[in-house]
């Protein structure tokens, strides 16, 4: 008998649907624009595709959301927790307080509470000093009814994370079992204040993440839909929702890597660069096996600094509802955006503003709207506009590459109808179909995931008994988050020497992935 899975995206312009069967062929897909309360656009896009697809609702078996809530929570400084903020470090990091680098408004929203306890290991999880204990408990019972959450972060917990743990142990004695704690060790690297920024981050949107998580399964209830619920998640896997709630940090960013999953999809390739145009930015980023190229670099997210994994993404200012200003010497375009507001205010849907998606109807690429409302602009004004954005993507394209030879490049997002032109640097320009929906197809067909990083000295093991220890250790992290146990493989492997450790130390990250359990 058919079954179905239902993929669903949330962008700044538009939600994306997409209904798959179990063979991950594509029956039906939609876009609606994105609404203020993104709620309601995720329970409008999931209606439509239902009642268009006309498919029996009992055979919907999984159901994916990748959605912005965290990020814009974040971003925008709403709905987070009251955080209780506790940094084992004493004496060692008392020069640098926590929340250093934090912007103030943040500081006032989550930064009522943070301590600092004596504790801590060397690099080579070695104590410091031994965890003071007592002070966890006086601290605890200080935050009881006070926080929402809680944000342990240790020294060198990546190496050792003993102290985070018993940390944790006592919290929960003194605060219930409930009140969620957040550890370092689970969410960033080896960079102390990164780390514990994420940790802070993770710990402040768990409200927001419970929120989002009841109203999807709420919205779901609500068309009789009774299936598997899962959470994209940054690294273009899938995890499962008690994971969510869990780590809801690892959703931001979820949307670019949905494309990217259904961009390699779509296109049939594991190895490209991929092109995600949608009606605010265009977003640039590699496909290593099938899964995003990870940054190797501190990435800021509402102004924090973190370490956190996120994949390495180039955007800009460049989408289909793109801004132009000026004609000549004074040309710019964007980076501002009509938005979701684009059926509305662009030329060829009959409203005042020049945009992207007009320039493209104009120089004949694009067949959307009414063309007669472009037909008025001057053709070499036209040109000049369409070959800057090009090289706008040309430019980025050529940044992302790690050497001169072509690859393939998969045009994909609701703003790919922009161009059908070669790209300087590309094997081959990809489009696809269904490509304006990759999102929501990448959110449909993901796998479930689990990674590690973490220091290993070597001189304990031996590299092959550690790198072992080290797959089981991401199988394990994959098994938890939902994946099926008879499909579970190791996808990506990388051993880094740390020269500047002692015990030959050697940075190990392992992603195990595996199919829908």
């Known amino acids: 008998m058919t079954s179905y899975k239902i993929g669903i995206d949330v962008g700044g312009t538009n939600t994306d649907a997409v209904l798959l069967d179990q063979d991950s062929n594509i029956i039906h897909s939609l876009k609606t624009p994105t609404t203020r309360n993104v709620s309601d656009g995720i329970d409008l896009a999931l209606n439509m595709l239902l009642k268009d697809s006309k498919v029996d609702k009992s055979l919907v078996n999984y159901a994916m959301l990748g959605t912005t809530h965290c990020t814009n929570a974040i971003v925008e400084r709403k709905g987070l927790n009251e955080v209780g903020i506790i940094r084992i470090g004493a004496p060692a990091t008392l020069a640098i307080q926590p929340l250093a680098g934090i912007p103030d408004d943040l500081k006032k929203v989550i930064g009522k509470y943070v301590y600092l306890v004596e504790g801590g290991h060397e690099f080579n999880g070695d104590e410091i000093v031994p965890l003071n204990e007592d002070m966890i408990r006086e601290i605890a019972s200080e935050l009881k009814d006070k926080v929402d959450s809680v944000a342990v972060t240790s020294v060198f917990s990546p190496v050792s994370k003993d102290h ?74 899938l995890m499962s929702i008690e994971y969510t709630m869990k780590y809801p940090i690892f959703t931001v960013a979820c949307g670019p890597t949905n494309s990217l999953r259904g961009a390699s999809y779509l296109g049939e390739r594991q190895n490209a660069i991929t092109v995600d145009i949608g009606g605010t930015t265009t977003d640039i980023a590699v496909l290593s096996s099938g899964f995003p190229r990870e940054s190797s670099l501190a990435v800021e997210i509402g102004g924090v600094r973190t370490n956190f994994r996120m ?113 300087k640097g590309a094997l081959e320009v990809i489009k696809h179909p269904n490509g304006g929906v990759a999102n929501a197809i990448g959110a449909a067909i993901a796998q479930v995931s689990g990674q590690i990083e973490k220091v290993f000295s070597l001189d304990e093991l031996g590299r092959e008994k550690t790198l072992e220890l080290a797959k089981n250790m991401a199988l394990e992290e994959a098994l938890n988050a939902g994946a099926n146990p008879d499909t579970l493989k190791i996808v990506q492997m990388e051993d880094v020497p740390l020269a500047y450790l002692p015990g030959n130390a050697t940075k190990i990250t392992i992603k195990a992935a595996g199919d829908l359990y």
Not at 196 to 212: C, D, P, Q, Y
Not at 372 to 381: P, R
Not at 402 to 418: F, M, Q, W
């Open 164 to 237: 985070e743990e018993r940390a944790e142990k006592i919290i929960k004695e003194v605060m219930g079992e409930n009140i969620h704690v957040s550890l370092s060790s689970e969410i960033g690297s080896v960079g102390l204040l990164e780390r514990e920024n994420a940790t802070i981050l993770n710990a402040s949107i768990i409200n927001v993440a419970r929120a989002t998580a009841n109203g999807f399964i709420n919205a779901l209830k609500k068309e009789d839909i009774v299936a598997k619920v899962f959470f994209s998640q940054n690294d273009g896997t």
């Open 311 to 423: 994949p390495d993404i180039s955007s800009i200012g460049l989408g289909g509802g793109t801004i132009i200003h000026g004609k000549d010497s004074d040309l710019q375009i964007g980076p501002d955006s009509v938005g979701y507001e684009i059926t509305q205010k662009a030329l060829v849907f009959g409203g005042d503003v020049l945009t992207a998606t007009d320039i493209a109807v104009a120089a004949g690429v694009a067949e959307i709207g009414d063309k007669a409302a472009v037909e008025h602009l001057d053709k070499g004004f036209v040109e000049k506009v369409y070959n800057k954005m090009i090289e706008m993507v040309e430019s980025e394209i050529d940044k992302m590459k790690t050497s001169s030879e072509p690859v393939p490049v998969i045009l994909v997002g609701g703003g790919a109808i922009l161009f059908d032109r070669e790209f």
